[in-house]
C-alpha cells in the first residue's frame, strides 16, 4: 500500500517538509489507543534466528534504523514499532546549530537515491537526552559529531562532550567523522587526527563503571591505502567496531541525467551499495574478521541486506530504503534471514 498509494503523494512534496509532516502524523497516530499494538502486530518479527548478541548487546534482529532520520530522538519509540531491532540517533552536536540553508535534502527518483546537505541540523546534546531518559528496551546508538563552527584542532573538545553527556542514556556511539556535509569534517578520517580523537574517546570509556560500544563510522569514498590505515588504527586500539559507510560525493554511479545530481552533498541509496559492499568486504577481509561491522547504503530490498551480511556485516541499517520501499521492507529483510537459517 506504501509503494502504491502513499509514495506517490508524499513524493509531490518538498522531502524535508515531507519528512516533518511524517514525524507530525506518526507522532499524532501513537496517541490513538492501540494503533502502537497494531503497528507492532503488522511489522514486528520475533524469532530467535534473528538475534544478534554483540559487545555483550543483544539485538532482537539486525536491522537497524541509520542516523539522520530520527537526528534529535524524536520518534525512536514509535520507530522501534515498526521492527527495528536498534535505532542510530544524531548526528548529534553539543551545541544545537540549524544546519545549511534550505533547500538541502533532494530526490533522485529514477535511481532510489537521495542527496542531503543538512549539515547535522539538531537540537544538541541536552535537548536529546531529555527523550531519551526513558527509552526502555530500546537499542539506541548515538552518532555524535562535532559543531560547524568548532575547529577542527579543536574537535576532539566536542567528541568527548558528546561521549560524555550521553553515555547513560546510550548503547553504543558511532564516531562520525565522514559526513560531506560539514566544512573540513572528512579531514578528522586522516590517520593522525582520527587516532587522537579515537584514543582520548577509549580513555573517556575506560573510566566509566561498565564501558560502552565505540564504533567508526566511514566514508565510502575512501581509497584502499586509507581504509588499510584505518583498518589498522581500529585493530591497534582495540576499537569496537566500523559502520561502513557513510554518505558519498561521489556520482560517476547515477546513469540518470537528473540534474539533482549536480546538487552537493551526501548521495545515498542504490547508487552507492556496489562501493559500500565493496568497503564491507575489504575491511572484512583486511581485519580478519576481529571486529563487527555495521553495513549500511543502498538496501533497498531483503536480498540486499542479505549480501550486505555475507559481504562481512554482522548488523544492517536502512535509511533511504525505508523512504522508498517502506517500513514493510523491515519485515521482509527479517523474513529473509529466517528463511536463510532456517
Not at 99 to 125: H, Q
Request: hydrophobic fraction near 40%; glycine fraction near 6%; aromatic fraction near 10%.
Amino acid at each position: 500500500m506504501y509503494k502504491q498509494l502513499i509514495k506517490p503523494v508524499l513524493f509531490l512534496f518538498d522531502p524535508e517538509k515531507v519528512h516533518d509532516f511524517i514525524f507530525f502524523f506518526i507522532r499524532f497516530s501513537f496517541k490513538i489507543p492501540f494503533v502502537n499494538f497494531i503497528i507492532k502486530k503488522i511489522y514486528t518479527q520475533e524469532n530467535l534466528l534473528l538475534e544478534r548478541n554483540l559487545w555483550g548487546i543483544k539485538f532482537k534482529n539486525p536491522i537497524g534504523l541509520a542516523a539522520g532520520f530520527d537526528k534529535d530522538a524524536d520518534l525512536y519509540k514509535e520507530l522501534s514499532s515498526f521492527g527495528f531491532g536498534f535505532i542510530e540517533i544524531g548526528t548529534i552536536t553539543p551545541l544545537p546549530q540549524k544546519g545549511n540553508p534550505k533547500k538541502r535534502l533532494f530526490r533522485i527518483k529514477e535511481e532510489n537515491a537521495i542527496i542531503n546537505r543538512m549539515g547535522f541540523n539538531n537540537k544538541g546534546v541536552d535537548s536529546v537526552i531529555k527523550r531519551l531518559k526513558s527509552k526502555n528496551k530500546i537499542i539506541i546508538g548515538g552518532n555524535i559529531g562535532k559543531n560547524k563552527n568548532t575547529p577542527n584542532n579543536n574537535a576532539i573538545n566536542d567528541y568527548n562532550f558528546c561521549f560524555n553527556s550521553l553515555f547513560p542514556y546510550v548503547d553504543y556511539f558511532a564516531v562520525n567523522v565522514s559526513s560531506p556535509n560539514t566544512p573540513n569534517l572528512r579531514e578528522l578520517q586522516d590517520k593522525k587526527p582520527l587516532k587522537k580523537i579515537l584514543v582520548s574517546l577509549i580513555n573517556l570509556n575506560s573510566k566509566k563503571k561498565k564501558r560502552k560500544p565505540i564504533l567508526l563510522k566511514i566514508s565510502p569514498d575512501l581509497n584502499q591505502n586509507q581504509l588499510s590505515d584505518i583498518v589498522d588504527l581500529i585493530i591497534n586500539l582495540k576499537l569496537d567496531g566500523i559502520i561502513a559507510t557513510n554518505t558519498s560525493v561521489d556520482r560517476s554511479k547515477i546513469n540518470s541525467n537528473n540534474i539533482i545530481k549536480n546538487e552537493k552533498g551526501g548521495l545515498s541509496g542504490k547508487p552507492i551499495y556496489d562501493r559500500s559492499n565493496e568497503v564491507i568486504k575489504f575491511i572484512s577481509k583486511k581485519s580478519k574478521n576481529k571486529f563487527p561491522i555495521i553495513g549500511v547504503g543502498g538496501i533497498h530490498s531483503a536480498k540486499d541486506a542479505i549480501n550486505k551480511i555475507k559481504a562481512g556485516a554482522s548488523l544492517v541499517q536502512i535509511y533511504t530504503g525505508f523512504i522508498y520501499e517502506g517500513p514493510s521492507l523491515i519485515k521482509k529483510i527479517n523474513k529473509e534471514i529466517i528463511n536463510q537459517n532456517n
